[in-house]
């Protein structure tokens, strides 16, 4: 059920509740606190087609299979885009993009995380 995986909590709220629940469940922030987070986000919803006016197609992204939730290929954005586009009954295998780092893209300065995650990043 979704309330086993997803726990919806306040701005003030969100440091304690990952330093007493790790982050084992998705956090929601209540949408009219999110300025609260002092976090920069683009304005537009990006998705593949925006991603590509700022970073080059051809770089390389680490995917992970979601069957056996082990390293997947990399994939150029490209060939992600391509994937994502397909169905997902005509697709080979799951796979899943955890994490994406922007640095050295013309995107690194227009997101910043959460105050919360850059404070407990290491």
């Known amino acids: 059920a979704v309330e086993d995986i997803q726990v919806e909590v306040s701005v003030s709220e969100l440091e304690r509740a990952i330093e007493e629940r ?7 922030v209540r949408s009219q ?19 590509e006016r700022y970073v080059d197609p051809s770089l390389e992204i680490p995917t992970i299979d979601v069957e056996t939730q082990g390293e997947g290929p990399m ?30 893209t013309a995107l690194d300065g227009y997101i910043v995380p959460p105050a919360v995650v850059r404070d407990m990043d290491v």
């Open 33 to 51: 606190e999110k300025d609260g987070l002092n976090m920069m986000i683009p304005e537009d919803r990006l998705g593949f087609d925006g991603l």
């Open 75 to 104: 994939m150029s954005l490209r060939d992600l885009k391509a994937y994502f586009d397909t169905p997902e009954k005509n697709r080979s295998r799951l796979l899943n993009v955890v994490s994406f780092n922007l640095g050295y």
């Open 22 to 28: 790790g982050l084992d469940q998705v956090m929601v």
